[in-house]
T-cell receptor, first 110, second 116 residues
Framework: DAKTTQPPSMDCAEGRAANLPCNHS???????VYWYRQIHSQGPQYIIH???NNETNEMASLIITEDRKSSTLILPHATLRDTAVYYCIVKGGGADGLTFGKGTHLIIQP | EAGVVQSPRYKIIEKKQPVAFWCNPI?????LYWYRQNLGQGPELLIRYENEEAVDDSQLPKDRFSAERLKGVDSTLKIQPAELGDSAVYLC??????????????FGEGSRLTVL
């Protein structure tokens, strides 16, 4: 699976949009981009995934660049409960598990 | 629908003692994963089961770690004897190969082990 690069930490004001970047320049054509988050003392939680097109669900939006070398997770109206570590993971097909990096620690400021 | 259930949530033992963690995956999920998460790091895969078969245990330290998934449902991860470096959170996750994306895993809350 391709490697990802994320900033170690970010701050965002409550009520504003949180934009979390991820670089995955070595991604291959059949690999998906997945985002998970981990709130303190809990297990990771799936947020969203995409292949080529932008995706949106009730939690977030995922913007993937046309060359697929980077992506941005957008939390449109951040709340204090969105404070967590966010992991960007690139993964191909198959059930061979996820490879986590260190992620981005997002802190939502009141 | 009940989520992935793990127990115990917390365990404190002295080094060289044995310890076991239990995981009950989401009903119907045929794939089960055990991860270990050290402080400040992302989770690392230890072992993956498809039904009752361990299909990837390459990262499991086999000298002291063992795991089983009898009948392809719940699973146990054991450490014997525990070492100071085994202090970590042990996470269990499950997924269903035929339902949803293969990267969508459902995690339990984890079992935090402290070895003194």
């Amino acid at each position: 699976d391709a490697k990802t690069t994320q900033p170690p930490s970010m701050d965002c004001a409550e009520g504003r949009a949180a934009n979390l970047p991820c670089n995955h320049s070595t991604i291959s054509g059949n690999e998906y981009v997945y985002w998970y988050r981990q709130i303190h003392s809990q297990g990771p939680q799936y947020i969203i995934h995409g292949l080529k097109n932008n995706e949106t669900n009730e939690m977030a939006s995922l913007i993937i660049t046309e060359d697929r070398k980077s992506s941005t997770l957008i939390l449109p109206h951040a709340t204090l409960r969105d404070t967590a570590v966010y992991y960007c993971i690139v993964k191909g097909g198959g059930a061979d598990g996820l490879t986590f990096g260190k992620g981005t620690h997002l802190i939502i400021q009141p | 629908e009940a989520g992935v259930v793990q127990s115990p949530r917390y365990k404190i033992i002295e080094k060289k003692q044995p310890v076991a963690f239990w995981c009950n995956p989401i009903s119907g999920h045929n794939t089960l994963y055990w991860y270990r998460q050290n402080l400040g790091q992302g989770p690392e895969l230890l072992i993956r089961y498809e039904n009752e078969e361990a299909v990837d245990d390459s990262q499991l330290p086999k000298d002291r770690f063992s795991a089983e998934r009898l009948k392809g449902v719940d699973s146990t991860l054991k450490i014997q004897p525990a070492e100071l470096g085994d202090s970590a959170v042990y996470l269990c996750a499950s997924s269903h190969l035929d339902r949803g994306p293969t990267g969508e895993l459902f995690f339990g809350e984890g079992s935090r082990l402290t070895v003194l």
